[in-house]
């Protein structure tokens, strides 16, 4: 966590922050144009957000977007806040994107952890629903790991609060499912991808969201809390005590 203090006790760092918080995305030229920096200056603060995995980037073509990528904050109001009873809510930064022209596969957010884990055991937490109801809103998965398969989540009264289909899944690699909140009724399916990376003695877990703006979802907030507690089960074997969880 020392990385994660230090890139954020700089003004300069917390602002570009702040920028990819409203406007995940973003190129460096546009950082670059929008904060009134020089390059190398915008270059110097980022390469620190992302050593700090503030800061994750997707390359589209020639263009290199950067994100803000929220679960080292929430790691942080997990260890040092919510044994004092502060709100973890307020810690889940907004990262809603607002595009100005939208590109045709560049994601919506992207969010990336490290767990103490094995690629087989991250796997069988997405897909197995006893594990799925003790971090994901006590909903318990469905799944028909193929593609076309139902991917779904079924809530403690037995309604289904998210619905979608497999688009692919390569365990204990890959898993993309369209998403479709039950609480956004006229929003569109989107989708959702995690890729899991094995290093050494942990998992590097990426998630990300593409087409959130057609689906208005709400889920924002969400994100960070599901992958924290998901983290925190497979790492001591019992996930982070959050009410409404």
Not at 106 to 116: L, M, Q, S, W
Not at 228 to 234: D, P, Q, V
Request: with cysteine; charged share 30%; proline share 7%.
């Amino acid at each position: 966590m020392d990385d994660v203090f230090k890139a954020l006790a700089d003004p300069t760092r917390r602002r570009l922050l702040d920028t990819l918080r409203d406007r995940g995305g973003l190129t460096l030229t546009e950082l670059e144009a929008g904060l009134g920096m020089t390059r190398f200056g915008v270059m110097k603060h980022l390469k620190v957000l992302e050593d700090a995995s503030l800061v994750v980037t997707r390359r589209d073509g020639r263009f290199k977007h950067h994100y803000l990528n929220a679960l080292p904050i929430q790691e942080v109001a997990d260890r040092w806040m919510a044994p004092y009873g502060k709100p973890l809510a307020r810690f889940a930064l907004d990262i809603k994107n607002a595009l100005e022209a939208p590109m045709a596969d560049k994601p919506d957010f992207v969010f990336e952890t490290y767990i103490r884990t094995t690629p087989a055991r991250l796997w069988d937490a997405l897909v197995n629903p006893d594990l799925t109801q003790q971090y994901y809103y006590s909903s318990r998965v469905e799944a028909d790991l193929k593609k076309g398969g139902l991917f779904r989540f079924r809530g403690p009264d037995g309604e289904v609060n998210l619905d979608g289909e497999v688009i692919e899944a390569d365990p204990p690699r890959r898993l993309m499912t369209t998403f479709k909140a039950a609480w956004a009724p006229d929003g569109e399916p989107t989708r959702v991808l995690f890729e899991i990376e094995e290093m050494g003695e942990t998992c590097k877990l990426t998630m990300t969201h593409y087409d959130y703006e057609k689906s208005k979802a709400g889920i924002e907030a969400g994100w960070p809390l599901i992958i924290s507690r998901l983290k925190t089960l497979l790492e001591t074997g019992t996930p982070l005590d959050v009410p409404g969880m």
